[in-house]
């Protein structure tokens, strides 16, 4: 009775069976993640000299890559670019209204709690965080964490919280000059393209700059670092399939953790900002 029932509902039974293969993956990549954080601690202490190679790997690139900077020069360029492009349509669109004056203003608000913020981990997904899923993926599929495995060396931290810890650390830096590129390439073209005043344009700027924005700017830019590493050592660590099977891996990543950097800065806007923005204009 139980195979005829069985047989009757062949569509209901596949999703119920995708379903639940979703419920575990979700169960399976929370139990990793909170091996890999609970595996920092040990990390530090006794790999720190693979985290720093991980830092400077993660911040400066290796082999060609390093010639042009790595990650430092993307994601600065990346930025430098978005500056500019929110001081041009800034200005085009408070132009429109008389307004112009308050371009600073666009540029201090804009870039600090939105644009850095989500370009920064673009950048960050599509060089480092694709970068440690194709590594770990061909470690995985060459079968040399089994080796690490076998040699009693535990592979989570080693090869997954050095990551985590390096990322979370190289970032501060990196969104520093993320951060400063878009504040200059916001004022090179609001005060040098469209022939601004310097003074209007920095007293509107240092008006709505808040020290306090800032500093929830590079919390919002840590947790996306964590949440990128995290999610792509995972990806990378079980990884199978050969190096196709690491090339899905790659995608599914990159993919998952653009979905988290923007669900990040959703939820630390809604949580920190509310619905209001906190700032008045006036006159």
């Known amino acids: 009775m139980a195979l005829a029932a069985a047989g009757r509902f062949p569509r209901t039974r596949r999703r119920f069976s995708r379903a639940s293969r979703s419920v575990d993956r979700v169960g399976e990549q929370a139990l990793f993640f909170a091996r890999a954080i609970g595996s920092a601690p040990r990390a530090l202490m006794h790999y720190p000299r693979e985290t720093l190679r991980l830092i400077a790997e993660i911040s400066m690139g290796t082999g060609a890559l390093a010639v042009i900077g790595g990650t430092v020069v993307i994601v600065g360029f990346l930025t430098l670019f978005t500056g500019g492009t929110i001081a041009v349509q800034g200005y085009s669109s408070l132009g429109n209204i008389g307004v112009e004056a308050l371009t600073g203003f666009f540029a201090a608000f804009i870039n600090v709690r939105i644009a850095a913020p989500v370009?920064?981990?673009i950048g960050l997904a599509a060089t480092i965080g694709a970068g440690s899923t194709a590594q770990l993926g061909a470690m995985r599929v060459s079968e040399?964490?089994?080796a690490l495995e076998v040699m009693a060396v535990p592979?989570?931290?080693?090869l997954v919280s050095t990551r985590v810890m390096a990322g979370m650390i190289a970032i501060v830096p990196l969104y520093a000059l993320a951060v400063?590129?878009?504040f200059i390439a916001s004022r090179f073209a609001t005060v040098v393209l469209?022939?601004?005043s310097g003074g209007v344009y920095d007293h509107y700027f240092s008006t709505f700059l808040m020290p306090t924005d800032i500093l929830w700017s590079f919390a919002q830019a840590i947790v996306m670092a964590i949440a990128i590493m995290l999610i792509h050592t995972y990806y990378g660590f079980n990884a199978t399939g050969g190096p196709v099977g690491v090339g899905v891996a790659v995608g599914n990543a990159v993919r998952s953790s653009l979905i988290a950097v923007v669900t990040v800065t959703l939820l630390i806007s809604l949580a920190i900002y509310g619905g209001s923005g906190n700032f008045n204009l006036s006159g």
């Open 119 to 121: 370009i920064a981990g």
């Open 144 to 146: 040399e964490i089994d």
């Open 155 to 158: 592979s989570v931290p080693y």
């Open 180 to 182: 400063i590129a878009s």
């Open 194 to 196: 469209y022939k601004q």
